[in-house]
């Protein structure tokens, strides 16, 4: 290790904090991802001063559906048990809690539950183009389902959604034909289900502290501060 010694008459530059890395832990299916991530960015926003690692990892709450998918009334029935009143009471919520963030959540839109494995493995290889690219398209897809309808495990729309945000078209159809990255995935999921992540959004900082669920951006800010002013103390 190098030691570092000030010249006379200077002052040391202070160090820049090291990012915060965050884990986003969801799936394209799941609506309370869609305000989870957008009340993350707000709350990201109104904290310039945090800087942070943003990492997408992926979750399917369905993984043995089907590629024909699954209509969503009998899906939910099926799975939660839920009546018609009371899924209305959480589309209703939903949309709401959707507005505050400046989610768009369409009444009628998600017909059909589908299979978003394909949308993982695009996901993973965005990541590998740049978090950037990787957090466009996640978002991009969460509004290609929950705002207009559109099947997020169908090639043809995951390919024109890729093309919306700039990615290169031709190497994700590439990457869709050959299967590619269905390993990453995998193991990507088992690590989480291993640490014990059974429901999302997830939101995993510094691989240590965890935000379960669509919180408000008012959670995140305080959880972030809080966590940021730890990791610069002495």
């Known amino acids: ?11 040391a530059a202070p160090s820049t ?4 890395r965050i884990d986003f832990v969801s799936d394209v299916a799941c609506p309370w991802c869609a305000v989870g991530l ?4 707000t709350a990201l ?8 690692d943003l990492h997408f990892q992926p979750f399917e709450l369905n993984p043995q559906m089907p590629p ?16 018609t009143e009371q899924r209305q009471q959480i589309r209703e919520h939903l949309r709401q809690r959707g507005a505050e963030v400046g989610f768009t959540f369409t009444e009628g839109a ?4 589908w299979n978003t494995f394909d949308a993982h493995r695009l996901l993973h290889w965005a990541g590998l183009q740049s978090a950037r690219a990787q957090h466009d398209l996640k978002l991009a897809l969460l509004t290609a389902y929950h705002t207009h309808g559109k099947n997020p495990g169908d090639r043809e729309v995951l390919l ?9 078209k031709a190497e994700a159809a590439r990457v869709l034909d050959s299967g590619e990255y ?33 919180q408000p951006p008012e959670a995140f800010e305080q959880a972030l501060r809080q966590i940021a002013a730890e990791q610069a103390a002495p």
Do not use: C, F
């Open 110 to 113: 998600r017909s059909r539950i």
């Open 160 to 168: 024109h959604t890729i093309g919306e945000i700039g990615l290169d």
């Open 182 to 214: 269905t390993e990453d995935v995998r193991d990507a999921e088992s690590l989480w289900l291993g640490r014990g992540i059974s429901s999302v959004p997830a939101v995993v900082i510094n691989e240590r502290y965890m935000i379960q669920g669509g």
């Open 1 to 11: 290790m190098n030691d570092t010694t000030a010249t006379p008459g200077t002052t």
């Open 38 to 41: 957008k009340s993350l960015e």
């Open 45 to 52: 926003k109104r904290l310039p001063d945090i800087a942070v």
């Open 68 to 83: 024909e998918g699954e209509d969503i009334e009998e899906h939910l029935t099926r799975k939660y048990r839920s009546t």
């Open 17 to 20: 904090p090291a990012p915060l």
